[in-house]
């Protein structure tokens, strides 16, 4: 435990944890250093891994029940199926005509894991296996500052109110105001989300997902949102994460979104996903 380090990353959320193999079952004092480093910082970081995908789905372990899969079989083909059902592939990698993975190429928008979901998942993991030489980078972005950084005016005309979150699988950039696809899955949620385990105050809208605010109007709706969402990617908010293989992250749903940046389709980029489900809210 004396080798285990905590470095931070950036001014907004991140921190580096080294001295661990996570090949080797963690013990609850570790798994506390990690959790702990984990609320605090948001996003944590892990380098230099060698993981299996049980590897991967027996730390997330140590934190809550592995989430599942929550998207369609339609999108697994049959080497996919034979995985753990908490296992996805981030990947634009092609197998005898099929894709091993999902969100393949390109930029992705803002957003929050499983957010369409009523009780979304409260963690996520992503480990690094092929990486382009250059992009694909994945931006997180703390929801605790967003929140104290907002107007007071917008503060004031938001509190307890809910949004509407919608999302169609697979979409990357939201080019259209509302979602209508068959399979379409959505939430409503608090703007104002308090973090399950601090109980601190999050900014719980985000470009790709969330579609209006309920009882206001369209256009005050709109311009509420698009006030957010210009706030969200503020730099100052923001940590990059510039992957490498063996990188294991692990970033708080409650509290952060995360963006990806562009890559090119012609490196393979390949990565293993497994998320850990949050407790029931009242």
């Known amino acids: ?44 970081v892990i380098r230099g891994q060698e993981l299996s995908d049980i590897d991967q789905v027996k730390f997330a372990e140590a934190f809550g ?65 092929e990486i382009p030489s250059k992009g694909g980078n994945t931006i997180f972005s703390n929801q605790y500052s967003v929140y104290e950084a907002l107007p007071e005016k917008l503060k004031n005309r938001l509190k307890g109110r809910k949004a509407h979150h919608a999302y169609e699988f697979g979409v990357m950039i939201k080019d259209k105001e509302k979602y209508d696809g068959p399979e379409l899955r959505t939430a409503v949620h608090p703007i104002f989300r308090p973090h399950s385990e601090t109980g601190r105050p999050t900014v719980y809208v985000n470009e790709l997902m969330t579609e209006s605010i309920e009882g206001l109007t369209d256009s ?41 940046t562009d890559f090119s389709k012609k490196e393979r980029r390949l990565l293993r996903r497994v998320t850990i489900e949050d407790s029931p809210r009242q």
Not at 229 to 249: I, M, N, P, S, T
Request: with cysteine; glycine share 6%.
């Open 1 to 44: 435990m004396n080798d285990i380090f905590v470095k931070p990353l950036s001014n907004a959320c991140g921190a580096e944890i080294s001295g661990i193999d996570l090949t080797k079952p963690i013990s609850p004092e570790v798994a506390d250093i990690v959790n702990r480093s984990w609320l605090e910082h948001c996003v944590i």
């Open 65 to 129: 029940p592995v989430g599942n899969y929550l998207r369609p079989d339609t999108l697994r083909n049959d080497a996919m199926r034979e995985r753990h059902q908490a296992v996805m592939f981030v990947s634009n990698i092609i197998e005898n005509g099929e894709p091993i993975g999902t969100l393949p190429d390109g930029e992705m928008m803002f957003h929050t894991d499983t957010g369409y979901d009523q009780n979304p998942h409260k963690a996520t993991t992503l480990y690094a296996i």
């Open 220 to 260: 005050e709706s709109r311009d509420s949102l698009h006030e957010i969402f210009a706030l969200q990617r503020e730099k100052r908010f923001c940590y990059e994460h510039v992957w490498a293989k063996g990188d294991l992250v692990m970033w708080d749903n409650r509290c952060t979104l995360h963006a990806r």
